[in-house]
């Protein structure tokens, strides 16, 4: 996620410790779920969700590329979906403002970004509210141009012997913002990029899930530029 950071995103200097989303109203968290591909991430979600294993709800789906596999993912769970292109709108803050009001407009009480290749500029009343899942432990392999099977070539290319995923509170710049949780696999000698990218994904899959439920159960703390998880 991109632009420059101000006093209201995740890297304030706040010294008070917040829980996240501690006002939201009772019932299951709302997610909005941004995708510029397959959707695979969001699958797993509402595959999650309608097990009873997730207690949140994907009450709209946002995609930015109109030929996005995601599209008909959405249509075949019954998601509300609308595609917003980049190229249509003039400036990253002007695409930002249209993704959020649709956002709004649905009572989104939380951003899932999954897979979104789009540039945001986060407004106040999202701070603290939008997450993102990055195939790489954080803050190795991030940043512009890092996303999918680039990040795993880097990883190959680099020589780790470990590589894993990480979520994290997205800020106004490319995933720098807080890291919530992590976790890790090995890197095993021969793997291709797509053997390594479906290890990774596996770690994904449960981790994601994870944090949204600590964020609907109201575990999910926060002070200055960092956050954590607090124990069941």
């Not at 959020?100 to 899932?112: A, I, N, P, T, Y």
Request: contains cysteine; hydrophobic residues 40%; negative net charge.
């Amino acid at each position: 996620m991109p632009a420059t950071p101000d006093d209201s995103t995740p890297t304030n200097d706040d010294a008070a410790e917040h829980t996240v989303l501690a006002d939201r109203p009772a019932g299951p968290l709302k997610l909005g779920v941004l995708v510029s591909g397959g959707g695979t991430t969001m699958d797993n979600l509402a595959q999650r969700i309608a097990a009873g294993t997730l207690d949140t709800a994907i009450v709209q789906v946002v995609v930015s590329n109109d030929r996005a596999g995601a599209i008909a993912l959405a249509e075949r769970l019954g998601l509300p979906c609308q595609v917003l292109r980049r190229k249509d709108h003039d400036s990253t803050d002007a695409y930002s403002d249209a993704v959020f009001s649709v956002l709004r407009e649905r009572g989104v009480e939380l951003v899932c970004l999954a897979g979104f290749l789009s540039l945001l500029r986060i407004p106040d009343d999202y701070a603290w509210r939008v997450v993102n899942i990055h195939p790489s432990l954080l803050p190795s392999f991030g940043g512009k141009g890092m996303y999918g099977r680039h990040v795993h070539v880097a990883v190959l290319t680099a020589g780790a012997k470990v590589s894993g995923c990480t979520v994290h509170f997205a800020d106004n710049t490319y995933d720098t913002g807080p890291i919530l949780a992590q976790r890790a696999c090995p890197v095993r000698p021969g793997d291709t990029a797509e053997a390594l990218a479906a290890r990774v994904f596996e770690q994904e899959c449960a981790l994601y899930p994870e944090v949204l439920a600590a964020l609907a159960a109201g575990r999910v703390r926060r002070r200055g530029g960092h956050a954590w998880i607090e124990d069941a």
